[in-house]
């Protein structure tokens, strides 16, 4: 899987999750404040990613996962990409 297709990948799952149209959330759009998410879908976001891509993401991650370059940053360091 190419960086573009799971950069694709993680923005369906977070669009998902969050009730958003893939247009709607761009790269460095923020999650909380542009998108209203909350913490349960923060926490869901790592939950569904964890499975996914089959990684342990500890919960002190979810601070750098505020937007689609976070969430691509923390699966990638521990995925090992």
């Known amino acids: 899987m190419s960086k573009q297709e799971r ?3 993680i923005k369906e799952i ?6 958003l149209e ?3 959330v761009t790269q460095t759009s923020l999650f909380k404040e542009d998108h209203n998410a909350d913490s349960l879908r923060a926490i869901e976001i ?3 990613l964890e499975k996914e891509y ?11 996962m505020v937007n689609l370059d976070g969430v691509y940053g923390v699966v990638s360091e ?4």
Request: contains cysteine.
């Open 22 to 24: 893939e247009d709607e």
């Open 78 to 81: 521990h995925a090992g990409w």
């Open 46 to 48: 790592l939950a569904t």
């Open 54 to 64: 089959q990684v342990k993401i500890p919960q002190a991650e979810l601070a750098k």
């Open 14 to 19: 977070v669009c998902d999750i969050l009730e």
């Open 7 to 9: 950069v694709e990948n």
